[in-house]
């Protein structure tokens, strides 16, 4: 944990040789995402650079001179650490350490430590652990000054550093055992979600870039549900990965019928890799959702490009194909007017302001319903076997064994509706 605020320099680099660019999001609002990475880490921001270069250095990211620069800038903004916003190797770290003089930090330690700091279940803490040594262990050999130093602050949480100093052997048995632990929770999961999917509960997950409102949006969808209460809210900030932890939340559609809802972690562009991997696990939820609502938050100049970061990481998810309401939120900001109108499977509205949320709800509520279809069946009995698997994976609305057979009224999915309908009574 932080014992003080820490002072950070942020540095950035701005490649300009590199064309193949354009759908990353710009240096600009890419330190200024930096910048608020810092603050959620507990940090805070003294100063910031960009360089513009044609190239990394292998050795040092932007050149021994440029770092000389740097070390006399952190020296009279008093800085504490200085942030990198791209991910680095080892040895530049250790490079540029040895030339500055203070902790040196990228992005992708900084996310780490910020996701170790939020990371609240069992099961989200242990994934971190398992991204940060995953991350570690081909910096174990490079980050000798790095690795071994005791002080507290951004970066060094996490795994302890002595367990760090031993050998890469000790890392890979840890990351084995916390991969065993992983597996057990995720049975768990794996066990609720047969039950769900036996009770019929179509799911809803809520997935977007950080910050663009997706759990004040969940809060808002769930309020209507009858056995509501605030406890029940989940966590909302200003502050990127607000959310760390998977909340799943009962809601109701205006036609009565439940569903749930599934809250998320937010994305954010250069999300390090490992860490997707880790998080593959908890966003599982989104692979098996019924359908998924896309948040962005509209006021952002940047939301094109949240909106194409977010789905390539669906994509990489394998999540990329399922059935998606795109949700423009925060237009209680925006002029009037000047969005275009809700469609099918656009709408636009506030979460914050209750604002268009009847016609989002009508929305997911003709997209869930779609799929299933209420039927009246008479089933002859010698097919008890079809009464049997419909029994075990339908809540029936009502049965009655009559002289024709089993009379049976359920709600079916498409599958089990072109299977069945023949007995259609
Ligand atoms: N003006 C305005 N602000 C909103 C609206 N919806 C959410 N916000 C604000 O946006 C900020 C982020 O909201 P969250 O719901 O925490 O966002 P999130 O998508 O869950 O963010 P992470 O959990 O960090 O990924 C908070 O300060 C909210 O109050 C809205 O409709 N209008
Ligand atoms: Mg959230």
């Known amino acids: 944990m932080i014992n003080q605020r820490e002072k950070a320099l942020c540095v950035g680099l701005n490649l300009t040789s590199n064309s193949l660019r354009k759908s990353e999001i710009d240096i600009e609002d890419s330190m200024k995402e930096l910048i608020e990475l810092v603050k959620a880490a507990g940090g805070e921001v003294v100063g910031d650079l960009v360089q513009n270069r044609h190239t990394i250095d292998a050795a040092t990211y932007l050149g021994s001179g440029k770092i000389e620069e740097i070390k006399n800038y952190a020296e009279s903004l008093d800085a504490t650490m200085v942030v990198f916003n791209d991910e680095l190797s080892g040895a530049q770290i250790r490079n540029i350490e040895n030339i500055v003089g203070k902790k040196i930090i990228d992005r992708t330690t900084l996310i780490l430590d910020i996701f170790a700091q939020r990371a609240h279940s069992k099961e989200g803490k242990l994934q971190v652990e398992l991204a940060q040594l995953k991350y570690r262990l081909p910096r174990l050999y490079g980050m000798g000054g790095h690795m071994s130093r005791t002080g507290a602050g951004i970066g060094t949480r996490g795994p302890g550093e002595q367990k760090l100093e031993k050998d890469k052997r000790h890392i890979l048995n840890r990351a084995a055992s916390i991969r065993e632990e992983l597996r ?62 998977v909340s799943l939340r009962k809601a109701v559609l205006p036609n009565k019928k439940e569903f749930l809802i599934v809250d998320t ?58 059935e998606t309401i795109t949700v423009y939120n925060k237009i209680d900001q925006l002029e009037l007017d000047i969005y275009p109108k809700n469609q099918k499977d656009i709408v636009y509205i506030s979460a914050k302001n209750g604002i268009n949320i009847d016609k989002l709800m009508n929305l997911i509520q003709e997209s869930i319903m779609e799929k299933t279809y209420n039927v009246n069946l008479l089933l002859p009995f010698e097919r008890g076997d079809i009464f049997s698997s419909i029994k075990d994976k339908y809540v029936l609305d009502k049965f009655e064994y009559t002289a024709e057979g089993i009379d049976l009224i359920v709600s079916l999915d498409e599958m089990d509706y072109n299977n069945y309908k023949k007995y259609i009574k």
């Not at 179509?202 to 406890?231: C, D, F, M, Q, R």
């Not at 100049?301 to 194909?321: M, Y």
């Open 265 to 322: 972690v937010g994305f954010v562009s250069k999300l390090p890799h490992d860490l997707i991997e880790a998080f593959k696990a908890t966003l599982e939820e989104v692979k098996y959702a019924d359908l998924i609502l896309h948040v962005i938050d509209a006021t952002n100049k940047s939301s094109d490009i949240q909106k194409l970061t977010t789905e390539s990481v669906l994509k990489d998810l394998g999540a990329n194909d399922k």
């Open 184 to 245: 057990e929770v995720s049975k768990n999961r794996e066990t609720q979600r047969v039950q769900r999917a036996k009770n019929n509960i179509p799911i809803v997950a809520l997935v977007g870039y950080t910050n663009a409102g997706k759990s004040t949006l969940l809060n808002e969808i769930i309020k209507k549900h009858p056995e509501y209460e605030k406890e029940k809210n989940v966590f909302v900030k200003d502050m990127l990965f607000a959310t760390l932890d």
